[in-house]
């Protein structure tokens, strides 16, 4: 069903899907929304990611990498719904773009590729799902490439997700010979004879009974999840098409099960159904629970009715030509052209100068956007990723996407002094619109510091700036972000701050305990793996001060006594203290808490945790040899190797520090025959002298 772009229907929230698309980088998930958006009429040909015209790749960078990076929203029109679609990147430096995106996403496509099955960076952008409570379809894409197999990709969602796939397909066909589908809903069979366009046909003789047993197998699958579905499949021992397509609605909202279809994007076979799963399947606005913020402290939720106060989160910034756009997904409310509205965080209004409907890097000026919508708008002088933006006189705070703490950093500089004030400001820039990556100025080399979330990650922010603002830079030598930790604590340790230098004076006496604590690395939370706690009587701290000596000891997290490494996973117990009548303050109590700590973490067995990476190389079988002494010559440990059709899986934990050059090796080992990803794994201690502090500038 072809539709102009220029001419989307506003609609009703009803009509509307908002979705992304999510897989392991090469799964095919550009593939699959260029074909949506050839079927939907918003492109007039199919852009392609190997010849650098695909629609949501149009970064100069993608198009060079071959690769998607940054998070892509377009909006097209399938049988009367409008679907706001936001293309993820798969490559796991980019996840934080995967992050903010499903924080205002209502559904999503989970794409696998028919050899490798779940692979790990869908398991990731999957648990970032479970996260946000979106519910998901999954498609199987690439049915058409040798050793192609549904059932295996279906095992591994099964065996990996720890989800029940309710398979609605059948393949027509294998590898070359994938022709179609049986749709196993309506028992009918779905044919692209000619590339173009599903035909609709009975299903094949010699798929009758294989159709009519999986059909079997879904009902009884829905029936085990449903009750209504389980009364009816006791009644008549089988299941009617309506009841069958109601409960699979209703086990894909409430994430209970995943509706699995299959395909190849690339051939235009499979799409069509994708797009009518999306509409049937996946919810509306009205569908998902209301959203919540907060004001003055109390919750309050705020429906997706265009009538109600206006309330819109910003997710992504953007600088173009044409001005500083802002996407944002209104929640309630409707925003028109001209209005003004509250930046709720900075407490300060904005004037909205134009509404865009979006399409990658090509944008419809449109008069309103209404609850559900996802647009961009430009006029915003302070919009960050989180902002909330709501109606001034219903003010409301919306909870922002998370960003992941940088792993990474690099030392970077103009190479001309006087481009040192233009690299600071497109530094700045940079990092307002990707929150995931941090820039400082370190206080002993003065060097400026540019953090994030890989190698590759870095990569493309320095080129970016390059391309942008033709800046020569010169770069150091990548750093890892490490943390200490306590592997052997102290008990009893005295402290007293005493300073009098005329009038009121300072005192504070504490005694602490500090130990090991569970919680550390990845598993730390928000608090960093700190636990404070108490064991004072008879009031001989009160307690102002003992909350002043944990806001000390928090002070002293920020740097270890190894190497300056901000430290996690311990525990403090305040057992003693004293207090002066006069000179004791909650300034003197903190101060107390801070030195106190540094003293004992000194006294304390301590040790340093690097940061680790699960890496999975895809190898062929004749260099399986020497990538495994290379891995070991990187401190990995091996944890498993699988061999599939002549190639060999194998995952391992490596240090990161040890992963920079490491695609250049591999594809030297392997005469450029092999492949590898890798996604964080938390901390592990690192052996001396393994890491380095250093980041020269080259």
């Known amino acids: 069903?072809?539709?102009?772009?220029?001419?989307?229907?506003?609609?009703?929230?009803?009509?509307?899907?908002?979705?992304?698309?999510?897989?392991?980088?090469?799964a095919g998930k550009t593939t699959v929304t260029e074909r949506i958006l050839y079927l939907t009429g918003a492109v007039h040909k199919r852009g392609e990611v190997h010849d650098g015209t695909a629609v949501t790749d149009f970064d100069p960078q993608e198009r060079d990498r071959g690769i998607t990076i940054f998070a892509a929203a377009v909006s097209c029109v399938w049988e009367g719904h409008r679907i706001n679609l936001i293309d993820t990147p798969g490559h796991v430096d980019f996840s934080d773009e995967v992050e903010r995106s499903l924080r205002v996403l209502d559904g999503a496509v989970a794409v696998f590729?028919?050899?490798?099955?779940?692979?790990?960076?869908?398991?990731?952008?999957?648990?970032?799902?479970?996260?946000?409570?979106?519910?998901?379809?999954?498609?199987?894409?690439?049915?058409?490439?040798?050793?192609?197999?549904?059932?295996?990709?279906?095992?591994?969602?099964?065996?990996?997700?720890?989800?029940?796939?309710?398979?609605?397909?059948?393949?027509?066909?294998?590898?070359?010979?994938?022709?179609?589908?049986?749709?196993?809903?309506?028992?009918?069979?779905?044919?692209?004879?000619?590339?173009?366009?599903?035909?609709?046909?009975?299903?094949?003789?010699?798929?009758?009974?294989?159709?009519?047993?999986?059909?079997?197998?879904?009902?009884?699958?829905?029936?085990?999840?449903?009750?209504?579905?389980?009364?009816?499949?006791?009644e008549r021992s089988a299941l009617r098409e309506r009841t069958l397509g109601t409960a699979l609605r209703d086990l894909t909202r409430t994430g209970e099960g995943v509706v699995v279809l299959c395909g190849s994007a690339y051939r235009n076979r499979g799409v069509e159904p994708l797009l009518e799963a999306v509409v049937s399947y996946l919810p509306s606005p009205l569908e998902v629970p209301a959203v919540r913020g907060t004001l003055d402290g109390a919750v309050r939720e705020r429906a997706a009715d265009p009538a109600a106060p206006f309330a819109a989160l910003v997710f992504k910034v953007n600088s173009t030509a044409t001005g500083r756009l802002n996407y944002l997904r209104v929640y309630s409310g409707t925003l028109r052209k001209g209005d003004t509205v509250l930046d709720a965080g900075a407490g300060r209004t904005e004037r909205v100068g134009r509404i865009l409907?979006?399409?990658?890097?090509?944008?419809?000026?449109?008069?309103?956007?209404?609850?559900?919508?996802?647009?961009?708008?430009i006029g915003l002088r302070s919009g960050r990723a989180g902002t909330t933006l709501c109606d001034p006189a219903a003010p409301l705070v919306l909870e922002p996407p998370s960003s992941a703490e940088p792993v990474?950093?690099?030392?970077?500089?103009?190479?001309?002094?006087?481009d040192t004030e233009r690299l600071v400001t497109a530094l700045a820039r940079l990092a307002e619109e990707d929150p995931s990556l941090r820039?400082?100025?370190?206080?002993?080399?003065?060097?400026?510091?540019?953090s994030g979330m890989g190698e590759l990650h870095l990569e493309v922010a320095v080129e970016k700036v390059r391309r942008a603002h033709e800046l020569e830079i010169g770069v150091g030598r990548p750093r890892v972000a490490c943390r200490e930790t306590v592997v052997r604590g102290v008990s009893g340790l005295v402290y007293r701050h005493v300073k009098q230098d005329g009038g009121a004076g300072q005192f504070a006496h504490v005694v602490l305990d500090v130990e090991p604590s569970d919680a550390t690395g990845d598993r730390a939370g928000d608090d960093g793996g700190f636990v404070f706690a108490s064991t004072v009587v008879g009031g001989r701290v009160p307690q102002e001060y003992v909350r002043a000596v944990e806001a000390g000891c928090r002070d002293a997290l920020a740097e270890g006594p190894l190497g300056g490494h901000p430290v996690t996973g311990l525990r403090v117990v305040l057992t003693d203290g004293a207090t002066h009548s006069k000179d004791s303050s909650e300034m003197a109590f903190r101060t107390a808490g801070r030195f106190a700590l540094r003293e004992a973490l000194r006294a304390c067995a301590m040790v340093v945790l690097e940061p680790v990476a699960e890496v999975t190389v895809t190898v062929p079988d004749d260099a399986?040899?020497?990538?495994?002494?290379?891995?070991?010559?990187?401190?990995?440990?091996?944890?498993?190797?699988?061999?599939?059709?002549?190639?060999?899986?194998?995952?391992?934990?490596?240090?990161?520090?040890?992963?920079?050059?490491?695609a250049t090796r591999l594809r030297s080992r392997t005469q450029g025959r092999g492949t590898f990803t890798t996604r964080p794994s938390g901390h592990a201690p690192a052996p001396d002298g393994a890491v380095s502090s250093g980041t020269p500038v080259r």
């Open 113 to 234: 590729d028919a050899v490798a099955g779940v692979e790990p960076q869908s398991e990731s952008v999957w648990r970032q799902a479970d996260r946000h409570g979106v519910p998901r379809i999954a498609f199987v894409n690439k049915l058409d490439r040798a050793g192609a197999d549904l059932d295996t990709a279906v095992a591994s969602i099964r065996d990996r997700l720890h989800t029940v796939p309710l398979v609605v397909q059948l393949p027509i066909g294998s590898e070359d010979g994938f022709t179609g589908v049986v749709d196993l809903v309506r028992m009918r069979a779905l044919v692209w004879a000619d590339g173009e366009g599903a035909e609709e046909r009975p299903v094949p003789d010699g798929l009758r009974e294989e159709a009519h047993r999986r059909r079997r197998l879904l009902e009884e699958a829905v029936a085990e999840l449903h009750p209504a579905a389980l009364e009816e499949f006791c």
């Open 1 to 26: 069903m072809r539709t102009d772009i220029h001419r989307l229907p506003t609609g009703t929230p009803t009509d509307v899907r908002n979705l992304g698309i999510l897989a392991h980088v090469d």
């Open 357 to 377: 409907r979006v399409r990658a890097d090509r944008h419809t000026d449109v008069d309103t956007a209404v609850a559900g919508d996802i647009v961009a708008v």
């Open 624 to 662: 399986v040899g020497g990538v495994l002494g290379d891995l070991a010559a990187r401190r990995g440990r091996v944890s498993g190797s699988t061999t599939r059709a002549g190639t060999s899986v194998i995952t391992a934990t490596v240090p990161l520090a040890e992963l920079f050059g490491y």
């Open 408 to 418: 990474v950093s690099v030392a970077v500089e103009a190479r001309r002094s006087t």
């Open 439 to 450: 820039v400082r100025t370190d206080p002993e080399t003065g060097q400026t510091v540019l």
